[in-house]
C-alpha cells in the first residue's frame, strides 16, 4: 500500500480518526489542512503535497510507476489529475482521458484510472510499452512469479473504452509475451518495416530469446540502462557460441541503442536483412530465385547473369 502522507477527510474517517480528533491534531500539528478537505503529515512526500496544493492527485504515468509499469524513458515529469473544477480554473495543467473529468478522492490513482489517462498522454509505442508491461505482469502472475498483477487483461482492455479507433489499434498490437519496454519498442519498430518478428522464440540452449527476425537473426536487448558485470560478460560470450553452432546470427543490443541511437541501429539490422543473413541457406535461396526470377519479368536486360 502507497502512504504519500496526505489524506482526504473520509480516509482519516476511515482511519477512525473523529473530528474532536482531527481539531486536536491539527492543534498539535500532527495533520495541516492543506485545503478543499486535504491534510498532510510532516512527513508527506513532496511530490504528492505539491501535487494536492494544485489541487490534483498522482494519474497517468507517474501514478503507473508507483505500481511498477514499465515507462518509456522520456517520461520525466509529474503527471496530475484534476476534478471538473480544477480542469475549468486551470486549463492545460492536468492529464485528461476520453470522457469527462473524475472526482478526486485520493492523491494516488487507481491502475485503470492511471492508464485511461495515460491512453491520451503518450504516444502509439508509448501505450504499447505500457500495456505489455501491464499484459506481461498478470502473465507472470498467472505462472507464478509474481505475487500480484495490477490489472487483468480484461481490465487493460477496458480502459480503452471511448477512446479513438488508432487508440484502440495500441491494444491490438500488445503482446503479453514482451519482458521488458525496450522489447516491445523494438518489435514495433521493425514489425512497422515489414519485417518479420517473432516473439519470446524458444532456442535449444538459449532459451526463450527476446525477438527473432525471418529464420535466424537473434535480437537481444538490455531493459535497464546500465547492464554490466563479468557474468553478463561471459554468458553473452556464450549465447554466442551456442548460437553459431546452431547457425544463427545473435544481435545484442544495449537500452542505449534502442532508446537513444535507433537510427543507427535499424541500419545495423536492415544490413543483416539486405544481406540474408536473417534467412536459413534454404529459404535464402528461394529469396534469391524469386528475385531473379523478378529480373527476368521486368528488365531481362539488366539481370546479373547466373
Known amino acids: 500500500m502507497h502512504d504519500f502522507g496526505v489524506y482526504t477527510r473520509r480516509e482519516l474517517r476511515s482511519r477512525n480518526v473523529t473530528d474532536s480528533d482531527l481539531r486536536r491534531d491539527v492543534r498539535r500539528e500532527i495533520y495541516t489542512p492543506e ?7 510532516p512527513s508527506a512526500d513532496p511530490t504528492a503535497l505539491a501535487a494536492v496544493r494544485k489541487h490534483g492527485a498522482l494519474s497517468c504515468v507517474t501514478a503507473l510507476e508507483h505500481y511498477g509499469v514499465w515507462l518509456p ?23 485528461r482521458h476520453f470522457g469527462r473529468p473524475l472526482p478526486v478522492t485520493t492523491i ?8 485511461r489517462h495515460a491512453l491520451r ?51 491490438n498490437r500488445c503482446d503479453e509475451r514482451a519482458a521488458s519496454g525496450t522489447e516491445t519498442m523494438g518489435r ?15 532456442v535449444p540452449g538459449l532459451g526463450h530469446v527476446d525477438l527473432k527476425v525471418g529464420d535466424r537473426l537473434l535480437i537481444e536487448i538490455d531493459s535497464l540502462a546500465h547492464h554490466t558485470g563479468v557474468h553478463n560478460y561471459d554468458e553473452d560470450h556464450r549465447r554466442d557460441q551456442v548460437a553459431t553452432s546452431l547457425g544463427l546470427l545473435r544481435m545484442p543490443l544495449t537500452y542505449k541503442n534502442v532508446v537513444y541511437e535507433w537510427p543507427t541501429t535499424v541500419e545495423k539490422v536492415l544490413d543483416a536483412v539486405r544481406g540474408g543473413h536473417h534467412l536459413s541457406p534454404r529459404h535464402r535461396k528461394m529469396s534469391a530465385d524469386i528475385t531473379a526470377q523478378r529480373c527476368e519479368l521486368d528488365n531481362p536486360r539488366e539481370c546479373p547473369e547466373s
Open 121 to 171: 498522454c503518450l504516444d502509439p509505442e508509448g501505450i504499447t510499452v505500457v500495456c505489455d508491461s501491464l499484459l506481461n505482469m498478470s502473465l507472470r502472475m498467472r505462472s507464478g512469479l509474481l505475487a500480484a498483477e495490477v490489472l487483468t487483461p480484461g481490465e487493460v482492455e477496458s480502459a480503452f473504452d471511448g477512446a479513438p479507433e488508432h487508440i484502440v489499434a495500441c491494444f
Open 35 to 41: 485545503g478543499n478537505g486535504w491534510y498532510s503529515i
Open 73 to 95: 524513458p522520456q517520461v520525466d515529469k509529474v503527471h496530475l489529475r484534476g476534478n471538473s473544477q480544477a480542469n475549468r480554473d486551470h486549463p492545460g495543467r492536468y492529464c
Open 108 to 115: 494516488l490513482d487507481d491502475p485503470h484510472t492511471a492508464l
Open 188 to 202: 514495433v519498430r521493425l514489425r512497422g518495416l515489414g519485417l518479420k518478428v517473432e516473439v519470446q522464440a524458444y
